[in-house]
């Protein structure tokens, strides 16, 4: 049985939204609750059992085990050098994009990272069950302490350092970020054509659950894996009113075109 | 009660074994299969009731109402030339990027697209009452006959012309070909700082699942969307050993960044 936790939480935005509950129902003692914006640490508060709404980030008087500091990434550095914490109290950032030493104005010594590798929504559900969560400490026993925390959330815990979390964080920028924004430029040119994206859903459901099942490599299809010149003509001639567009959809055909042609 | 059509089928890929079955359970009579490619034509044939294996294109022994050419894309002027249809046949391709014209080697004048909006394989199961149709016809009439038979397959059964199909497959290739490419692209710069991809696929399940039900414009996160240049720029570093991938990280990123700046 794994122990108990006293956690305090900063910040009031969708990752303590929704880790805030987790961590209670997964057995552990949320004991205070800071945001500087007060509507919403009130929000967070109510769904917590007993945890005190701090009117300054001081976690001294309600002597957590672990502070984590869910706030947004350009405020960490400033967050951590407001927030008083004891040196026998652990505090994490759970940002995926900044480095453990983002935190390096703490007052405590004790500084680690704990990262829920998915993106939050306050009215979307969350299964911490499947949220790959990724560990870093400074120290060896902070690590442990980590570790078995995430597993009383999720069954996929593990250590990686400050700097292949960027390496990771790249590779979901083009796997989360790009692709979304894809969708953004597809929706817009049916918009401009008059055309309706909801025709264009359930083949991007499908395109993208097939990838995943069988591997991307393996799921690739278009003209330009075909090799389909004429294709890849009309279709620059269409975005010839469109340069940017036509820069984008040429770069990534010739991409494709050089992994997949012999 | 829609009508019972008579069927023929040039083709054994996998619109065919998909769009056969669906056809014969929609309550119509597949009356002859060609291919020539024989073993599949056969292992297709066996999933049919009735229908006939022919040796040759021609349908006129068979007497069907439509003939449905599910062949590839580059091969359906040669397929056109070759069939033989009866002049009371109207004969129809399946696919999205080609033209009604390129059927103009036809040996009926009766000539339509009947197309699913969706990627097939043969071992994934396919639901035809949510794949949208696309129908276009040369005479009004087929088009009503198109549309009938769409009704009996799909709920979402619409009329498109050649030259909004072309625009309605580039913003498809955007959506769905370009998005696939990122997801290989992500999953090799996992493979070569030996991380593992797995731990993406919750994280692009949930982004995609948000992007098509909150829409794409409203789901969009990352450096980029929130200016983020700090981080855009130890990106681009790290892909200073990958210059093709920077260029699409740049391109895309600015291209956000333009969006989305005030």
């Known amino acids: 049985m794994a122990k108990r936790l006293r956690i305090g939480l900063i910040g009031s935005g969708n990752v303590a939204w929704h880790l805030g509950p987790a961590l209670e129902n997964a057995g552990h003692h949320l004991v205070g609750v800071y945001s500087p914006t007060a509507k919403n640490a009130r929000a967070l508060q109510k769904r917590l059992y007993e945890a005190q709404l701090l009117s300054e980030p001081d976690f001294t008087g ?19 050098g407001e927030a008083i914490i004891g040196n026998n109290t652990l505090l994490v950032h759970t940002s995926g994009s900044k480095p453990l030493s983002a935190l390096g104005y703490a007052s405590t ?22 949220v790959p969560l990724l560990v870093e400490a400074e120290h060896k026993e902070d690590e442990r302490l980590l570790l078995e925390l995430g597993k009383t959330l999720s069954k996929q815990v593990t250590t990686m350092s400050s700097a292949n979390r960027t390496k990771l964080h790249v590779s979901a920028v083009f796997a989360c970020n ?85």
């Open 109 to 130: 010594s004790r500084k680690g990272v704990f990262y829920p590798l998915q993106t939050f929504s306050k009215d979307r559900k969350v299964d911490f069950q499947h």
């Open 62 to 80: 309600v002597q957590p085990h672990v502070v984590i500091m869910a706030v947004k990434d350009d405020v960490i550095p400033y967050a951590t």
């Open 178 to 262: 790009f692709t979304n924004h894809l969708l953004t430029i597809s929706q817009q040119i049916m918009r401009n054509e008059s055309l309706d994206f909801e025709l264009l859903k359930p083949l991007i459901a499908e395109t993208l659950s097939k990838s995943l099942e069988i591997g991307p490599e393996n799921a690739q299809t278009g003209p330009a894996v075909r090799g389909d010149v004429e294709t890849l003509e009309k279709h620059m001639q269409f975005l010839d009113k469109a340069p940017r567009l036509a820069e984008i959809y040429q770069k990534l055909s010739q991409h494709i075109l050089d992994m997949y042609t012999p």
